[in-house]
């Protein structure tokens, strides 16, 4: 670990020293007619949204906004909240082609798991798939980051009762334990074995042979990778694999951070609204949520992006093989089926 790695100071943000209001970017309402006329042509013919391209859908007077977004995203705070998409007077279908139209502008969607989709759709599924992995159940998501450069959620329907988001600064979380328990910190430098849970490429181990860094540095950049679900599923699984005591102390403080109030800015998402973030600066989490039978049930629109230029990052960093995105899989869902509890 560098005893001082040089950190960003605008991804150093904290809910208790600025406004959410400061991270909002409002979108106007006449800005999106031309992109809406290219929408409403490319469904005149037989072509599938993530066959679409950056040139096929043009954002007009859109782009300096999205540019301005692309440049918050990668150098600034790394977090932004969108809204005025118009949601309500599209349907599902044009809805889609906006989003992947902003993303097309801000990097290249990769598939979100072994079913290969770039476009998501966040919907409980655990009527018919009660092991469906996170995205696709309606349980609390603890922090985490995903193993992509930007992710990108746009409500359709938010949930008839929770679903709260939760985003919080990696890089402010660092930089509390560099200032608190620095014994700690070297504790995440040196990272952990993860579990694959069944989105590895065949032939390819369940857990991972190497350790991934919690936290890491590459070139002057500070990155974090963390989900903790798959670190205790790997020490659970293989007796080889131990947690010490300052192992799950220095867990638990990160989660402690991440969870304090004046740490994270939580909020919930309405219709037309998204939110964009990096990966390796923010930490995100979900409350757990319920639908009701009379209303429309919770249903987001998801994109993992990877962009240009790439931040450089240690190779450890990966946690599948061919990210950033998890590689498809021809016939295979993302259930994860463990007896381990998610914490």
Request: hydrophobic share 35%; net charge negative.
């Amino acid at each position: 670990m560098s005893a001082h790695p040089v950190i960003n100071p605008r991804t150093l943000w904290r809910s208790s020293t600025t406004d959410l209001d400061n991270f909002r970017l409002v979108l106007p309402q006449e800005a999106f007619h031309p992109l809406l006329q290219a929408i409403r042509s490319s469904l005149e013919t037989p072509t599938l949204v993530e066959e679409l391209t950056a040139a096929d859908l043009p954002l007009g007077p859109l782009s300096p906004f999205v540019e301005q977004l692309g440049e918050d995203l990668s150098d600034g705070p790394g977090f932004q909240l969108v809204s005025g998409i118009p949601v309500q007077s599209l349907t599902v279908e044009e809805t889609e082609r906006v989003f992947w139209a902003i993303g097309l502008h801000l990097g290249q969607p990769v598939s979100q798991s072994v079913m290969g989709e770039r476009l998501g759709h966040v919907r409980d599924v655990t009527k018919t798939d009660p092991d469906a992995r996170a995205y696709r159940n309606n349980s609390e998501l603890t922090p985490h980051t995903d193993p992509a450069d930007l992710l990108a959620f746009l409500c359709i329907h938010p949930a008839a009762h929770g679903g709260i988001s939760r985003f919080v600064s990696s890089m402010s979380i660092h930089e509390r334990i560099r200032d608190t328990r620095p014994d700690l910190l070297d504790r995440l430098y040196a990272g952990y074995r993860y579990h694959r849970l069944g989105e590895q490429q065949p032939g390819c181990p369940d857990i991972t042979a190497h350790n991934i860094p919690v936290f890491s540095e590459a070139d002057g950049f500070l990155s974090c990778r963390y989900v903790r679900h798959y670190i205790e599923v790997a020490a659970a699984e293989d007796d080889t694999i131990s947690l010490e005591p300052a192992d799950i102390e220095a867990l638990d403080l990160l989660e402690t951070l991440a969870a304090d109030p004046s740490m994270h800015f939580e909020f919930t998402l309405g219709s037309g609204e998204a939110v964009f973030a990096n990966n390796f600066t923010v930490l995100h989490a979900r409350g757990s949520f319920d639908d009701l039978p009379d209303q429309p049930a919770r249903h987001l629109l998801r994109l993992w992006l990877s962009t240009t230029p790439k931040r450089p990052v240690t190779p450890n960093i990966q946690h599948y093989e061919g990210e950033p995105g998890i590689q498809p899989i021809a016939g295979r869902t993302p259930s994860y089926e463990t007896d381990v509890a998610i914490q």
